[in-house]
């Protein structure tokens, strides 16, 4: 698998660190939509009306650009395969979660960025130093202080996280591998549709109802927290180094303990506070190196 060529310095490291972490936000507001919203349907209902209202949303943004284009690319080799592969994550890691305590199963999924930081390293062939690894490491290690997984509670279903974790890494490296010239709304569009399609198979297990307004108003505000992750993680593989923006994606321990706090008056415990300092000195280290490299390259 090849990069798509991009020249990279500092600057775009930040903006891609920047981009990560903004996408990271979006994607917990987005479960937070969906865990209210499942306070009211079935939970394969809310997937299913999930990605058909963020279909909707792109499908809107693609009319009014009068972007006939977007469409064509959606059904390209490339994009259809990145397609499957946020369907595989997305369905392998949800019968994890049915099967195995919720901490246990995000404990496996935290190993995302390493996985990603390797896999960039042996197929793009990109130049991981001895602090990038550091860094993502004591990431890892700030994150399963928070989670905190019981070795007792693991099982075979944890082999489908393990499941989820590559098709994630496929998907990302993918992403690298498109052009620049298909836009992120037009993955956006063929991944929901997809996953949309995809989660009809719920009707077997599930007796769907008629969803209420408030249910429809947190499908919606998902659908929209989904469309935003999506871009801005599209945005972030594209801009930065993946080696360097990887470890970014712990920051979405951050944002679900603040929206834990915010929405569900969770507050965190001491042992979480440490795991939550780890983490943002970790994440704040390697933004801290990337602004010096930047000063040293304008030098």
């Known amino acids: 698998m090849t990069a798509v060529p991009h020249a990279y310095d500092s600057t775009n490291n930040l903006r891609g660190i920047i981009a990560m972490v903004v996408s990271m936000a979006a994607f917990v507001l987005n479960d937070a939509c969906v865990k209210l919203a499942a306070g009211h349907l079935p939970t394969g209902e809310v997937i299913f009306l999930r990605a058909v209202a963020t279909t909707l949303l792109c499908l809107g943004v693609i009319y009014l650009r009068d972007d006939a284009r977007a469409l064509r690319d959606a059904l390209k080799p490339k994009v259809a395969l990145r397609s499957l592969c946020d369907v595989g994550g997305s369905f392998t890691f949800l019968f994890t979660l049915t099967h195995m305590p919720i901490a246990d199963a ?51 279903y944890a082999l489908l996280a393990l499941f989820s974790i590559f098709f994630s890494v496929t998907r990302d490296l993918i992403t690298r591998g498109i052009g620049l010239g298909i836009s992120s709304l037009t993955m956006a569009f063929a991944s929901t549709g997809m996953i949309a399609v995809a989660s009809l198979v719920f009707l077997l297990f599930e007796t769907w109802q008629m969803p209420s307004l408030t249910a429809l108003a947190f499908v919606l505000g998902a659908g929209l927290m989904l469309l935003a992750g999506q871009h801005w993680l599209i945005k972030a593989l594209r801009t930065g180094e993946i080696v360097v923006v990887a470890p970014f994606r712990y920051s979405i321990v951050l944002w679900s303990v603040l929206a834990g706090l915010a929405i569900w008056h969770e507050f965190p415990d001491g042992v979480t506070l440490v795991g939550l300092a780890i983490v943002t000195g970790a994440g704040l280290y390697t933004f801290l190196r990337e602004q010096k490299l930047s000063r040293m390259a304008r030098a």
Do not use: D, E, H, M
């Open 106 to 156: 995000y404990a496996i999924l935290q190993f995302t960025p390493l996985a990603l930081t390797a896999a960039a390293a042996i197929f793009l062939g990109a130049q991981v130093g001895w602090r990038r690894w550091s860094a993502a490491l004591v990431g890892l290690i700030g994150v399963l202080i928070i989670v905190r997984p019981g070795g007792a509670a693991f099982n075979a």
